[in-house]
């Protein structure tokens, strides 16, 4: 059984930055992508980003595009999501996922980000 374990949240302030990583663990570990989303109190689950394993192939949401990078080391089974220019709006509880055949089978716990004004 795969198990995804989120880090690296917490409180920062406007403009400041933070670094999660999400570590994955089991010996059935295979995924075509991993990816990044986000959930805020009272609003839907956002898609922020994700990365190819392979190849390491990157695409963002408009939200976040230009301010986040996804970057994994396959040798870790760690994916990251650096976040820089931190915007109040982007306080959630972060989540990774992966899977193959396009569908995210694992999902983490989340971690969560503050960011205050």
């Known amino acids: 059984q795969v198990q995804l374990e989120e880090s690296g949240g917490g409180l920062v302030q406007a403009g400041g930055s933070l670094r999660l990583s999400c570590v994955a663990s089991g010996r059935t570990f295979v995924t075509d992508s991993m990816a990044w989303f986000r959930q805020a109190p009272g609003k839907e689950r956002e898609f922020i980003g994700d990365i190819s394993w392979s190849e390491g192939y990157t695409v963002y949401a408009d939200s976040v595009k230009g301010r986040f990078t996804i970057a994994r080391d396959k040798t870790k089974n760690t994916v990251y999501l650096q976040m820089n220019r931190l915007k109040p709006e982007d306080t959630a509880v972060y989540h990774c996922?992966?899977?193959?055949?396009?569908?995210?089978?694992?999902w983490g716990q989340g971690t969560q980000v503050t960011v205050s004004s």
């Open positions: 996922t992966g899977g193959t055949g396009g569908r995210y089978s694992y």
